[in-house]
C-alpha cells in the first residue's frame, strides 16, 4: 500500500518537531528563572505562580482546547452535513469555554488559593463525595488522551504508513520532557507556540482554497461545486438535500450531542480548573470569554474550508477512514499535495502534544495534591510533592501510548469515544457546578445525583441500543439517536436530582470556610493573593461573566441557529459568501490577538532577558592589565566565597591587601548554603528562611574600611556549581576563597575547593 508521504516524513515530525518544540520552551522556562527572578517551587510548578495574564489564557484555553477532535472531527461533520456541520461543531464546544468564566471567577472569589477542583469538592463535601469526583477527573482526563492520541496516531498512519503503536508511543515524548521539567509553565509557552502555528495553519488552508486553488474557483465555485454535490449525492435530513443549509436533522443531532458532551470535558477536566487557578483575578473572566470565541474559529474556518473541499473535489472515502477522522488530513493531501499532508500532519501533532501536556500537568496535580497530600502524607513537603509529580507526569505519559493502543485494538475510534464521552462524565457537571456556585448545594445528593446520573444514562445508551438492534456491540452502540438519549439522560438526570434534592434539603453553606481550610504554602504567592483577592472588583467581575456568558450562550445556540433551522433555509450564493467571509475575518481577528496579545503583556520582561542577553554577550572592555572595564569602569571584580570558617575570613582579608594596590574594585560577597541540586523543588517558606539566616550571617561579618563597592549575594544549591555559575554570570576575574571550609579538617583542600577547581575556568585564589 502506498501513503501519500514517506515513514521518514513522519518520523521527523514525530521525534524532530516535539523534540525541537521541548527545547525552545525548556530554554524559555530557563531564560525566565535565570532573568526574571522566578523561584522554581513546587507552587510555582503546578500553579504557574497564579500570575498569568489575559494573552496567556487565552491561548492555553484554545490551546487546551484544540483536541484531534477539533481539526478532525469538525470536517468529517462538514463532510457528512455540509455547512451546518462546522457551525455546530464550533458553536457547541464553544460555550462550554465561554460559560466556565462563571465558575472560573467564582472559585477566585470562594476558594482563591484551592489547587485542583477536587480539592474544593474535598473542603466542601467531605471526603466521600471527593472520592467519587476525583473519579470523574481522572476519567474524563482519559477520555480526553485517548482522543488526542487515537486521533493523532490514526493521521500519522493514514498519511506516512507508520504503525499506529509505535505513533501512539512516540507521540507523548516530548510532552513528556518539557512537561517534566518546566511544569505548567512551560504548558503554557507551548501553548502559545502551538496557538499561533494552528491559526498560521488554518489561514494558509483557507487562503489557498478559496483563493488561489484553480479546481475549486473560489467562494463562487465551491458553492457551484457543493450544489452540484446535493444533486448528485442528497444529504438526508438536510433542507433539500443541501450541503448549504443549516436546516440539518443529523447536524443538530450531533450539535446536542456535542453541546452535552462537552460541558464534561470542560466543567470535569482539571485542566480549565488549572488555567483559572494560574491566572490572575483581573485576567480569569476575559480570558475564557475570549478564549472561546477565538477558538470558535478553528472548527468553523478550518472545517468549512478542508471539510467542504473535501465534498466538492467529490473525495470518496471509506467509513472506516470517516469514522478515524480522516476527512481533513486526505482533503488536504488530495488538493495541496504533500505541501498540505504535511501541514496537516505537523499542525495535527503540535496540537495533540500541547493539549496532551495539559493533561499531564492536571493528572499530576489530581495525583500529588489530591490522592498524595489528601489520603497518604498529609504533611508532604514541597520536596516530596514535586517528586510525586513528576513521576505521575512520567507514569501518565507513557501510559498515553499504552491506553490507545488498547483501544485501537478494541476497534475504538475517534468519533465513538466523542460522540460517547458525554455518557460517562456529564452526570458531574451539574454537582460540580452548583458546589461551588450555589450554598444550598446538599453534599449527599449531588455526590449522589452524580453516580444515578452516570448509571441513568449507560443504562438509556445501551437500552436504546439493544432495543433497536438486538445486540450491544460498537455498530449498536454508535446509532446517533442512541448516544443522543444517554446523553441527555446522563446531564438532565443528575442536574434535576441535584437542584430538587438540594432545594428539599438545603445545606446553607458559608464559603468563607474554603478560604481557611484550603491553604497555599508558597508565602509570597499567598501574600500576593491576599493582595489581589478584591471581593467588590470579583464580585464585580462574576455579575459581568455571567451577563456576558449567557448572552453569547444564547446567540450561538438559539439566536443564530434555530431561525435557520426551521426556516428550512438553504443558501444563496450571496449568503454563502458572506458566511466564508465572516469565518475569514473571525479567524484572522482571533489570530491577531492570540499572536500580539501575549507579546504585548510580557514585552517587560521579554525586554528584559534581551537586555541581559545582549550584556552577557558584549564584548568585554579591558585595561591594559586585562581587568574589566566594562561595569561603570570598575578595574577587577572578585568574587569572594564565604562560609564562616577561618580560611574564608582570611580570604576576606587577602582582598583587603590586595586592595591597597587599587581602590577601583568591586566585590562580590558570597554565602552559599549546601543543599540537594534539586533546589527547585524547595518550599518557599523554607527557602526564604534559609536565604534569611544566610544573609545574617554575611551581615555578621566586619567589612575592611576600604571595601566600599561591594555585593552580598546567598545562594542555595551545590556550593562549587554556584560559586562556579555566579562567576560566570558576573562574569568575574578572581574567586578568593579559603583553602578547606567548615567541614573540611584533616584534608589539604576541602570539597568544595577541589571540585571547583574542576567546574571553574576562572582564575582561583587560595587562602
Known amino acids: 500500500m502506498s501513503y501519500i508521504l514517506d515513514e521518514s516524513v513522519g518520523y521527523l ?45 487565552v491561548t492555553s484555553v484554545v490551546s487546551a482546547w484544540t483536541w484531534a477532535a477539533t481539526l478532525l472531527q469538525s470536517s468529517t461533520v462538514a463532510y457528512q452535513y ?29 476558594s482563591p488559593m484551592s489547587h485542583t477542583f477536587p480539592e474544593m469538592i474535598n473542603a466542601r463535601f467531605g471526603k466521600s463525595s471527593h472520592k467519587v469526583f476525583l473519579s470523574f477527573a481522572f476519567l474524563t482526563n482519559i477520555i480526553v488522551t485517548a482522543m488526542l492520541v487515537l486521533g493523532g496516531a490514526a493521521v500519522v ?35 502559545y507556540f502551538n496557538t499561533a502555528f494552528i491559526f498560521v495553519v488554518v489561514l494558509i488552508f483557507v487562503s489557498a482554497i478559496y483563493f488561489t486553488n484553480e479546481d475549486i474557483g473560489g467562494i463562487s465555485g465551491m458553492f457551484e461545486k457543493l450544489s452540484e454535490a446535493a444533486v448528485m449525492s442528497p444529504v438526508e435530513g438536510n ?33 480549565y480548573w488549572q488555567r483559572a487557578i494560574a491566572s490572575r483575578p483581573r485576567s480569569v473572566v476575559p480570558g475564557f470569554l475570549v478564549g472561546g470565541l477565538a477558538w470558535f474559529a478553528i472548527p468553523f474556518a478550518l472545517a468549512t474550508t478542508l471539510g467542504l473541499a473535501a465534498v ?3 473525495l470518496q472515502l471509506t467509513p472506516l477512514e470517516i469514522s478515524s477522522g480522516l476527512v481533513a488530513p486526505l482533503a488536504a493531501a488530495h488538493i495541496l499535495g504533500d505541501v498540505g499532508a504535511i501541514l496537516m500532519l505537523t ?25 498524595f497530600r489528601t489520603y497518604i502524607k498529609p504533611s508532604s513537603t514541597g520536596r516530596q510533592l514535586m517528586r510525586i509529580s513528576r513521576y505521575s507526569i512520567l507514569g501518565f505519559g507513557l501510559g498515553m501510548g499504552a491506553l490507545a493502543s488498547v483501544l485501537f485494538m478494541s ?25 461551588i456556585l450555589w450554598k444550598d448545594t446538599n453534599r449527599y445528593v449531588a455526590t ?38 444517554g446523553n441527555l439522560t446522563s446531564i438532565l438526570t443528575s442536574l434535576a436530582i441535584t437542584v430538587i434534592g438540594s432545594l428539599f434539603r438545603p445545606e446553607n453553606f458559608n464559603f468563607s470556610k474554603l478560604k481557611h481550610e484550603i491553604f497555599v504554602v508558597d508565602e509570597t504567592i499567598r501574600k500576593r493573593l491576599e493582595k489581589e483577592t478584591n471581593e467588590e472588583s470579583l464580585r464585580k467581575a462574576s455579575g459581568f461573566s455571567k451577563r456576558y456568558g449567557l448572552t453569547l450562550t444564547l446567540i450561538l445556540v438559539v439566536v443564530w441557529p434555530i431561525p435557520l433551522f426551521f426556516s428550512n433555509y438553504v443558501f444563496t450564493s450571496t449568503v454563502y459568501h458572506v458566511w466564508i467571509w465572516v469565518a475569514i475575518l473571525w479567524a484572522v481577528a482571533a489570530a491577531s490577538m492570540i499572536w500580539i496579545l501575549p507579546i504585548i503583556q510580557s514585552r517587560d520582561g521579554i525586554s528584559h532577558v534581551l537586555k541581559n542577553i545582549a550584556k552577557s554577550s558584549k564584548p568585554r572592555k579591558t585595561d591594559k592589565y586585562g581587568h574589566d572595564l566594562s561595569d561603570n569602569e570598575i578595574a577587577q571584580k572578585i568574587l569572594v566565597a564565604v562560609d564562616g570558617s577561618v580560611s574564608s575570613m582570611r580570604a576576606l582579608n587577602y582582598v583587603n591587601y590586595v586592595m591597597k594596590e587599587s581602590s577601583n574594585i568591586k566585590v562580590y560577597l558570597t554565602h552559599i548554603i549546601e543543599w540537594s541540586d534539586d533546589d527547585e523543588s524547595m518550599d518557599e517558606e523554607m527557602t526564604i528562611k534559609m536565604e534569611q539566616d544566610g544573609r545574617k550571617m554575611l551581615l555578621g561579618i566586619s567589612l575592611p574600611s576600604k571595601l566600599k563597592n561591594y555585593e552580598r549575594i546567598v545562594k542555595l544549591g551545590d556550593p562549587a556549581k554556584k560559586i562556579s555559575e555566579l562567576a560566570s554570570s558576573l562574569n568575574v576575574d578572581t574567586i578568593v576563597m579559603g583553602r578547606r571550609g567548615l567541614s573540611d579538617t584533616d584534608s589539604d583542600l576541602g570539597h568544595v575547593t577541589s571540585k571547583l577547581l574542576s567546574l571553574s575556568s576562572k582564575p582561583i585564589v587560595l587562602v
Open 312 to 314: 466538492a473535489v467529490n
Open 157 to 191: 498512519n493514514a498519511l506516512t504508513g507508520i504503525d499506529v503503536y509505535i505513533a501512539a508511543f512516540l507521540i507523548p515524548i516530548g510532552v513528556i520532557a518539557y512537561t517534566l521539567f518546566g511544569g505548567l509553565k512551560a504548558t503554557f509557552l507551548a501553548e
Open 347 to 371: 499542525v495535527l501533532f503540535t496540537a495533540v502534544t500541547a493539549a496532551g501536556s495539559a493533561q499531564l500537568i492536571s493528572v499530576s496535580s489530581l495525583i500529588t495534591y489530591d490522592v
Open 411 to 435: 476497534g475504538i475510534s475517534l468519533q465513538y469515544v466523542y460522540l460517547a464521552m458525554g455518557v460517562l462524565i456529564g452526570s458531574a457537571v451539574a454537582p460540580i457546578s452548583l458546589a
Open 13 to 57: 515530525v514525530l521525534i524532530g518537531v516535539g523534540m525541537l518544540m521541548a527545547s525552545v520552551v525548556l530554554i524559555l522556562v530557563k531564560a525566565e528563572t535565570k532573568w526574571l527572578g522566578t523561584k522554581k517551587t513546587f507552587e510555582w510548578f503546578s500553579t504557574a505562580g497564579r500570575t498569568v495574564k489575559t494573552g496567556l489564557i
Open 239 to 271: 433542507a433539500a438535500g443541501s450541503f448549504l443549509t443549516l436546516a440539518s436533522v443529523g447536524a443538530l443531532i450531533f450539535g446536542i450531542i456535542n453541546i452535552v458532551g462537552n460541558f464534561g470535558t470542560v466543567f470535569v477536566d482539571q485542566s
Open 448 to 485: 449522589a445525583a452524580a453516580i444515578i446520573g452516570l448509571g441513568c444514562g449507560v443504562t438509556v445508551w445501551l437500552g436504546y441500543a439493544f432495543s433497536t438492534s438486538g445486540e450491544i456491540s460498537l455498530a449498536s452502540t454508535s446509532d446517533m439517536f442512541a448516544l443522543l438519549a
Open 82 to 110: 455540509g455547512v451546518s456541520g462546522p457551525f455546530w461543531y464550533a458553536a457547541g464546544a464553544s460555550i462550554q469555554v465561554v460559560l466556565f468564566a462563571i465558575l472560573a471567577i467564582e472559585l477566585k472569589r470562594k
